[in-house]
Antibody
Framework: VQLVESGGGLVQPGKSLKLSCSAS????????MHWIRQAPGKGLDWVAY???????VYADAVKGRFTISRDNAKNTLYLQLNSLKSEDTAIYYC???????????WGQGTLVTVSS | DVVLTQTPVSLSVTLGDQASISCRSS???????????LEWYLQKPGQSPQLLIY???NRFSGVPDRFIGSGSGTDFTLKISRVEPEDLGVYYC?????????FGSGTKLEIK
């Protein structure tokens, strides 16, 4: 299993960014996927989840601003980040749980910096 | 949302001593299926988190039996007996019972 995030960078407050997570080594379409972030020097913060059937759940801090989506044909998970705030600055990880289990696989993360 | 309150924030332990971390939930973490989806992760410096304990007290494969998870309902504890140098890092509890899922704020374990 391999998860590779991309799309991070420096962005101004109020702007948008789209993150990608390329998955391989498993049947991507069969699994729910998560985004988790970690601000520099801070703790882990669960962000969003998308099920294999594309049902979604969001943390309150990002609801209405972030959108999680997937393209099973491309084995890719996305996170659209809109109306970015300085407090969204973090490394964003995609992760997969084992069914009814735990976070078994993590990507290496992509850094999003929100600053003017 | 479920809030997981971890204490202490940091812990300085002598090698060979015991460490204990508390994770208190704002709601019961027992799911309707009878299981309690409370996990413990260790994040070592510069690494992704690694699973230690799932469903409150089940040690993940390869995790030493020095790591013991316990608790029920809203109160959970991770005990590390005979702390070793490789145990340093930040410990997080995590709940997957209620949406949205949530992590505790973390406990940093340092070696004296």
């Amino acid at each position: 299993v391999q998860l590779v995030e991309s799309g991070g960078g420096l962005v101004q407050p109020g702007k948008s960014l789209k993150l990608s997570c390329s998955a391989s080594g498993f049947t991507f379409s069969s699994y729910g996927m998560h985004w988790i972030r970690q601000a520099p020097g801070k703790g882990l913060d669960w962000v969003a989840y998308i099920s294999s059937s594309s049902g979604t759940v969001y943390a309150d801090a990002v609801k209405g601003r972030f959108t999680i989506s997937r393209d099973n044909a491309k084995n890719t998970l996305y996170l659209q980040l809109n109306s970015l705030k300085s407090e969204d600055t973090a490394i964003y990880y995609c992760a997969r749980r084992v069914p009814w289990g735990w976070f078994a696989y993590w990507g290496q993360g992509t850094l999003v910096t929100v600053s003017s | 949302d479920v809030v997981l309150t971890q204490t202490p924030v940091s812990l300085s332990v002598t090698l060979g001593d015991q460490a204990s971390i508390s994770c208190r939930s704002s709601q019961s973490l027992e799911y309707s299926d009878g299981y309690t989806y409370l996990e413990w992760y260790l994040q070592k410096p510069g690494q992704s988190p690694q699973l230690l304990i799932y469903e409150v007290s089940n040690r993940f494969s390869g995790v030493p039996d020095r790591f013991i998870g316990s608790g029920s309902g809203t109160d959970f504890t991770l005990k590390i007996s005979r702390v070793e140098p490789e145990d340093l890092g930040v410990y997080y509890c995590f709940q997957a019972t209620h949406d949205p899922l949530t992590f505790g704020s973390g406990t940093k374990l340092e070696i004296k």
